[in-house]
């Protein structure tokens, strides 16, 4: 058996967040997409697009400055370690958004990649359902469905050797299994009969 809620796996998504509060006794400030802890660690508008970023480290913060044409950034004493950058979180991420804006996400990608730090791409929700990964890993997946024929859905997102996922049924359709679930709840062929009489189902 296994027992979990939606709430309880939503507050482990708080790992970082939830940490501070813990450890501190302080509630959790608002950071968008930023990391409580790191920064800069999140997503920037560029020319054309938007890309994530997690410099994680120092040394990956100077790569970054680097990378982006102030390396003067890395002597700043506001920006040098981790811990002043999280105090002047304001100045940092203006400062790499000002830097960012100037060419597209794709090209900042190819050019921090090769300066090692992490980064990818914002897709929108066509995109990543496009995206080779998620064709290659069956995340979209087409099934025949009564009421609209060829209907496209997501597919599973984990895989198991023995047991192997596929879509078996489409959603229901409306009503679809109103009598099915009446009867299980006790309900005999005729009351349900009265109650679609009566416009009730």
Known sequence: MVDLSLFETGLTLLANVASNHLASGRDAGRFGNGHPNIVPYRSYATRA???ALAVGNDAQFARLAAAVAHPEWAADPRLATNAARVVNREVVDRLVQEALAGESAEAWIARLRAAGL???RVS???EALADP???ARAMVETI???AVGPFRALGFPFTM???PTRLRRPPPTLG???EEILGELGLESAEIAQ???DGAI
């Open 49 to 51: 697009g938007a890309l």
């Open 118 to 120: 992490p980064c990818g």
């Open 124 to 126: 929108t929700v066509a």
């Open 133 to 135: 990964q998620a064709l």
């Open 144 to 146: 025949d469905h009564p």
């Open 161 to 163: 050797a023995g047991t």
């Open 176 to 178: 679809q299994h109103t």
């Open 195 to 197: 109650l679609r009489g």
